[in-house]
């Protein structure tokens, strides 16, 4: 018994001593520290490309990432419901213009990275709020198998899209839950001027098959031939011709817009200085060569692309106003709802 007794002490006596070193790691600041090595993030690329950039970071700096996909639109409806109490302390991915249009609501913070300085300025905000970290074209992605069943060719201008051969036949994303959508309204807004882009996008909306949340979509399932024709851009297209999908990608002969991918950092986010330094690393030259991997030309300069990847130097572009269409997306995504979704 008396030797029952004693172990039960010992056993007290054990207890007590764990609470109080977590008493003491606490009030140090240790247990805060630990806790902080675990950074939580909003991301709007491709899964894959997600996986492979967070955990490249996670090997590199030892701190974990939690990262929740969402496409640019949800993104930026979320950072709003959340911007009472934010959940997340960056935003990776995703189109400028819903960088922007974070930045017209108050929802990021400026912040100036040391690699930011590598970065021409027509890629990155002035007020250092957002750094675009690729390039990447819009672009008609066709599925030849089912063209060829249909006795259709790719189309190579936004004016063949219109046209009614190709009516049932072509998927887009919808502008209002995707950034990639929105820059195809903004490129037409830009190209054809308002009155004449929505009259478009009605005339385009009879042809549509279908709209989706995501913009990476219409083009996959281009590839796998449940649409013949995907709008989307030129990176995803590119993979998928280079996986042996049999997909064409063609450019419109009028001119196209293009996205530049960004980061910014969430306004109140928890775990900020962390976030800095994802920030710094998605900038850096290591960063740069993954996303070259990934079919697209990265901002940075000196890094070779992939083969196969067109460079947006030889594409045909319009003079793409990204400030513009960032502040103009509330209104003009409300102006397609009621005139062509309706």
């Known amino acids: 018994n008396n030797f029952k007794g004693g172990k039960q002490k010992m ?52 701190i974990e990432v939690e990262w929740v ?30 960088h922007i249009a974070a930045k017209e609501r108050g929802l990021t913070i400026a912040y100036e990275s040391p690699n930011t300085t590598i970065i021409p300025s027509k890629f990155k905000d002035v007020e250092h709020y957002w750094t675009g970290i690729y390039v990447n074209p819009l672009c008609f992605g066709s599925n ?27 998927q887009v994303a919808n502008p209002g839950t995707s950034g990639t959508s929105y820059n195809v309204l903004a490129t037409m807004v830009q190209l054809m001027g308002e009155e004449k882009a929505f009259e478009y996008m009605k005339d385009l909306h009879r042809n549509i098959f279908q709209y989706t949340r995501s913009g990476s979509k219409p083009l996959r399932n281009a590839s796998i031939g449940e649409i013949p024709i995907g709008i989307g851009y030129a990176g ?27 980061i910014s950092l969430i306004k109140g986010g928890p775990q900020l200085e ?7 690393w998605a900038l850096s030259e290591k960063a740069a060569k993954l996303y070259a991997n990934w079919f697209v030309s990265p901002t940075r300069s000196g890094i070779e692309l992939r083969e196969g990847v067109i460079p947006i130097s030889e594409v045909k572009t319009i003079v793409f106003d990204d400030i513009w269409a960032g502040k103009n997306k509330t209104r003009l995504v409300e102006e397609w709802n009621e005139k062509v979704y309706r």
């Open 11 to 62: 056993k007290r006596k054990i207890i007590y001593f764990l609470v109080i070193m977590v008493y003491i790691f606490a009030s140090l600041g240790i247990g805060t520290a630990w806790a902080a090595e675990r950074l939580v993030i909003y991301v709007t690329l491709a899964e894959e490309d997600a996986r492979q950039a967070i955990s490249s970071f996670e090997e590199e700096t030892g």
């Open 69 to 98: 996909r969402l496409s640019g639109g949800e993104c930026v409806a979320r950072l709003d419901a959340e911007k009472v109490n934010p959940q997340a302390s960056m935003w990776y991915g995703g189109v400028g213009l819903d």
């Open 144 to 170: 030849m198998n089912r063209l060829k069943e249909l006795g259709l060719t790719p189309p190579t201008s936004w004016a063949d899209l219109i046209k009614p051969e190709y009516q049932g036949h072509i």
């Open 236 to 262: 995803i297209g590119s993979r998928l011709v280079d996986q042996g999908y049999p997909v064409e990608i063609t450019f419109p002969s009028e001119g196209t817009g293009y996205e530049i991918a960004a």
């Open 274 to 280: 962390l976030a800095k330094k994802l920030y710094d």
